[in-house]
């Protein structure tokens, strides 16, 4: 449980940031940005299938 609610404190990190460098149109880190989204999103998808795995 506490390492899904910080996966989704990180993920929501990664979403603020994406939305500043969509603002600031810096393409080279909306493309880190997004990639580190897309991982962070995969992991926390896993970790939910895990926690409900375990339920």
């Known amino acids: 449980m506490v390492i899904a609610s910080r996966l989704f404190f990180i993920v929501f990190i990664l979403i ?5 460098s969509l603002l ?12 580190l989204v897309a ?3 995969i992991l ?6 895990l926690f409900i795995g375990r339920l």
């Open 39 to 41: 991982l962070v999103i």
């Open 24 to 35: 600031r149109r810096d393409r080279l880190q909306i493309i880190i940005s997004g990639l």
């Open 16 to 20: 603020a940031w994406l939305l500043i």
């Open 44 to 49: 926390a998808f896993i970790a939910i299938i």
